[in-house]
């Protein structure tokens, strides 16, 4: 259908993965008292934005064959 | 529960990305088949993806927990019985006639094998079931924002709405389904780190089993009745689900779940817009694999919910008016113990998207249904491509203002709704007796069809007004002949009358058929099973083989009803 859907996914996450990494960087600890004092911004940021890049990845690499 | 920018931030990046999906489509849409099939050029993977989400509604997600709290483990029947089977069955059987007719719409399916009535009857009813659904899930998702971040009613239902309008309106089905790959992404990494937290807080599973014992123990079940599936099944007395072994696989598993999966277009649309016929039979099969997977996403923050009730600083949830737990709000509990700002906005993301996606799916039916089987068959047939292109489009307007309609029905008239409902169900509970028949037994005739379906309906109807469930009133939920039968649950009454539905409509069928004249073989090539060729073309790559797939999916869904069982 001319456009690849991995392309949209891959920049959603990947902005989202982006988002969430920084602010768990930048965010006060206290905030993750409810998630059991896990910084869980930060380390799913990192999951999502592996997510977006490989997405991202998979679509460069189908549209440059 | 409070959203903050970052939460907001991410909403509005989701919401970008939607809107830039529906503009880059825009271009690519200029036939009819462009905006109601894709064009038949969507990949297996994608097609896949859009019918497993296509039925992943914020209803249905919010739903699941809520079933999840209020009958345990059990809830996974919906999955493992009653999805798996029938999805595994209409990619393997069916989709081959969906797909090879070139029909381009289920109720077209039904044209093709049988006759115009026949059809008629279906788009009808199909037609208003997509809209009033999509508004009772609309009324749903506006409720459920009200509550959880005190959004005005009215706010969400124009804003939602609108932004389906404008990705369907300008993308058509692509759209539709292009969101829904992304609300399955959404859904995975949206709840995900939820039941990672509530496992850990809960003492892993083990610490789940020991919460979930105590529960059952306290509501007068044996200590697993909520973390198995079919241990205690031989009475339905014994079950939170209130229905015993028979229920459920003949019920649910047999007529409720083939009826759904194998004849709703809102589904069958997604596998029929797929780019060969190979890529149509693989899609349902592996939306299959997620949907094994997916009792760990939706049902499971559920039990943490109800489990964590019985923990010191647990989880309590607020009472309904008739005294019984709010189990709806299991997952928005959830939300709000254990995902801090950030993570939050991508947990409603995820549950916005599935509210979208849902109504999008709606909406894409819905269309199609109106424009090709009542608008062109009856209304105007004939016109060129352009003009069905723009009552697909005008459609889309006026069936997304059309849900909001029943969306305000559903707020004011709470009862007319489940009473619609009701009547639907009667309608559809017959359904796949009539679709099993045409195509697998080609002495079926259009008017043993239509006769059928019609006095299967009725025969719905009658079990429904004769029967009652345990401790119900007399009326919506039944008995309101006379009662010759009460049910343990409302639950065993609804898979008891889909069972007569679809027995009594195949009897009919069959008894019709043979005393009305049947149509040549000829004319039945590609639409019934055995006069079709099955020369099918080989798939991408071997592991996507259907014939491969499909007892796998079946002996995984197989082993996990054996390892909970």
């Not at chain 1, 600890?29 to 890049?53: D, E, K, T």
């Not at chain 2, 006639?97 to 077209?108: H, I, K």
Request: net charge positive; with cysteine.
């Amino acid at each position: 259908m001319g456009l690849d859907i991995r392309l949209p996914i891959g920049v959603l996450f990947t902005a989202l993965g982006f988002v969430l990494l920084v602010y768990g960087a930048i965010s006060d600890p206290s905030i993750y008292a409810r998630s059991l004092g896990i910084n869980v911004n930060l380390a799913w940021g990192c999951v999502l934005l592996v997510f977006g890049i490989a997405m991202l990845l998979a679509s460069r690499r189908r549209s440059v064959k | 529960m409070t959203l903050t920018i970052v939460d907001g931030l991410i909403i509005g990046l989701y919401l970008l990305v939607v809107i830039a999906i529906g503009v880059a489509l825009r271009q690519r849409t200029r036939t009819s088949e462009d905006f109601f099939l894709s064009g038949r050029s969507i990949p297996a993977w994608v097609a896949g993806l859009a019918f497993m989400s296509a039925n992943m509604g914020a209803q249905e997600v919010v739903g699941m927990a809520a079933s999840g709290a209020k009958y345990g483990l059990a809830t996974s029947h919906f999955y493992w019985v009653g999805a798996i089977p029938a999805m595994v069955f209409l990619g393997l059987f069916m989709m081959p006639l969906y797909y090879g007719s070139r029909a381009r719409s289920v109720p077209e399916y039904l044209k093709l094998r049988f006759d115009e009535k026949t059809r008629l009857l279906n788009a009808a009813t199909f037609a208003f079931m997509t809209v009033i659904s999509s508004g009772i899930s609309m009324y749903a998702m506006g409720l459920l924002l009200n509550l959880l971040l005190g959004w005005p009613f009215d706010l969400s239902i124009w804003l939602w709405a609108g932004i389906v309008l404008i990705y369907v309106f300008m993308g058509g089905l692509t759209s539709g389904i292009y969101n829904e790959v992304l609300q399955f992404f959404l859904i995975v990494f949206g709840f995900a780190p939820l039941v990672i937290l509530g496992l850990i807080d809960i003492g892993g599973w083990p610490g789940l089993m020991a919460s979930l014992a105590d529960v059952s123990l306290q509501r007068g079940y044996p200590a697993d009745a909520l973390s198995t599936v079919w241990r205690h099944t031989g009475s339905a007395a014994d079950n939170p689900l209130g229905v015993g072994w028979f229920g459920i696989s003949m019920g649910l598993g047999f007529v409720l779940s083939f009826g759904y999966w194998c004849t709703d277009f809102l589904l069958v649309q997604r596998a029929m817009a797929a780019d060969s016929l190979s890529a149509a039979r693989q899609a349902p099969i592996i939306a299959a694999i997620p949907k094994l997977l997916f009792p760990a996403l939706v049902i499971l923050p559920g039990m943490i919910a109800i489990g964590l009730t019985h923990r010191a600083g647990g989880i309590s949830f607020p009472l309904k008016p008739d005294g019984s737990l709010n189990y709806d709000l299991a997952m928005p509990l959830m939300l709000a113990r254990y995902l801090p700002t950030g993570l939050l906005g991508l947990g409603i993301t995820a549950l916005m998207a599935s509210f979208m996606s849902g109504m999008a799916g709606n909406v894409t039916a819905f269309n199609t249904v109106w424009t090709y089987d009542l608008y062109q068959a009856h209304i105007r047939p004939n016109a060129s491509d352009r003009h069905y292109l723009n009552i697909g489009r005008i459609a889309t307007v006026a069936g997304v203002l059309l849900s909001i309609a029943a969306a305000y029905l559903a707020a004011r008239f709470n009862n007319i709704m489940d009473l619609l409902q009701l009547v639907f169900a009667f309608v559809n509970a017959p359904l796949f007796a009539t679709f099993l028949l045409g195509m697998f037994w080609k002495r079926t005739t259009g008017h043993g069809a239509f006769v059928g379906l019609l006095t299967g309906t009725v025969g719905a109807a009658l079990h429904h007004g004769l029967t009652i469930p345990q401790h119900a009133i007399p009326g919506i939920k039944g008995g309101w002949l006379f009662i010759v039968h009460t049910y343990p649950s409302e639950m065993a009454q609804n898979f008891s009358t889909a069972i007569v539905a679809w027995t009594t409509c195949l009897l009919v069928t069959v008894a019709v058929s043979l005393m009305t004249r049947p149509r040549p073989d000829e004319q039945l090539r590609g639409l019934v099973y055995s006069l079709t060729e099955k020369g099918y073309e080989k798939p991408a790559s071997w592991y996507l083989n259907p014939t491969l797939l499909a007892p796998l999916v079946l002996g995984a869904a197989f082993a996990l009803n054996i390892v909970f069982w």
